[in-house]
């Protein structure tokens, strides 16, 4: 399936049913919830590591996987998580037109930071986003922009539970040697020439105008939509400053797993992690 974004961007995005077990039956998606699962920088739709969370998710619900602009067979360039809000509102929205009226979102890294902005910006209850695209009241710049434009366009997009795994707590983190390396990746020439042909990845050559919601902030608007938080003692990103940032800024409404032994995202998350992830937004956002 190909979605629009709401700036237009072509976006790749697969649906998958449910796995249940012979015994449980659903009469139609409405009663079936689905986890929209969004990668970290490099990934896609289909990278192993990607199709292995969403075969455990398929144990809970359907899953919708997606490549966020300038990976996969996606069009467009990664802007390294600020327009790629955009392209997981589309597939949060496709799921709800598909009838499924529980929506829980897990992203890794890069997707981690994505669906926290995503759910500051695209509230339940009310305005699926703020008309100038930025929950602060902002006005939109280039990279930002058309937060509310997909309203009308797409419907609903509001999620019912989020789940951060291996996200940053803010922005132009650059402590850990990972991150440096990066650095480099999306902010040189030849980094970006590297991304492209070594990474397949895409990278947009403008920087932030204006600066995305950060992480820590748009953690603290959530609320009272269900939160976690998932991090490795062993990350190699983003050290355990950052995990804890983000659940001091959400507040008593955050779960905090802090993992011994994980290192970084979807690499790192091994079956039974994804899993305990999967028991947790079942018993937050119960499907139905």
Do not use: C, K
């Amino acid at each position: 399936m190909v979605l629009l974004a709401a700036d237009g961007v072509a976006i790749e995005a697969v649906h998958e049913p449910a796995d249940f077990d012979a015994d449980v039956t659903h009469d139609a998606a409405g009663w079936v919830p689905v986890t929209v699962v969004a990668h970290g920088f490099t990934g896609s739709a289909g990278r192993p590591h990607v199709r292995r969370a969403a075969a455990v998710f398929r144990r809970y619900g359907a899953v919708i996987t997606f490549s966020f602009r300038g990976h996969g067979a996606s069009g467009g360039r990664s802007t390294v998580g600020d327009r790629e809000v955009l392209d997981l509102a589309a597939a949060v929205a496709w799921a709800r037109r598909l009838g499924h009226r529980t929506v829980w979102t897990v992203g890794f890294s890069m997707g981690g930071s994505v669906v926290l902005r995503h759910a500051a910006l695209y509230p339940a209850g009310g305005p699926d986003a703020h008309a100038s695209g930025h929950a602060d009241g902002r006005r939109s710049g280039p990279a930002e922009g058309h937060g509310s434009d997909h309203a009308d366009t797409h419907g609903p997009a509001h999620t019912d539970a989020v789940v951060a795994v291996s996200a940053p707590a803010r922005w132009y983190y650059r402590g850990t040697a990972a991150m440096r390396r990066l650095h480099w990746v999306v902010t040189r020439p030849l980094g970006r020439a590297v991304g492209r042909y070594g990474l397949r990845t895409r990278i947009h050559t403008s920087d932030w105008d204006p600066v995305p919601l950060d992480p820590a902030e748009a953690a603290a608007r959530i609320a009272p939509t269900p939160l976690l938080l998932v991090h490795g003692d062993r990350d190699p990103y983003f050290p355990l400053d950052h995990p804890r940032a983000l659940a001091t800024a959400a507040g008593p409404q955050a779960d905090l797993w802090l993992e011994p032994g994980m290192g970084h995202a979807e690499n790192a998350a091994d079956e039974a992690l994804l899993a305990r992830i999967a028991d947790w937004a079942a018993r937050q956002a119960p499907g139905g």
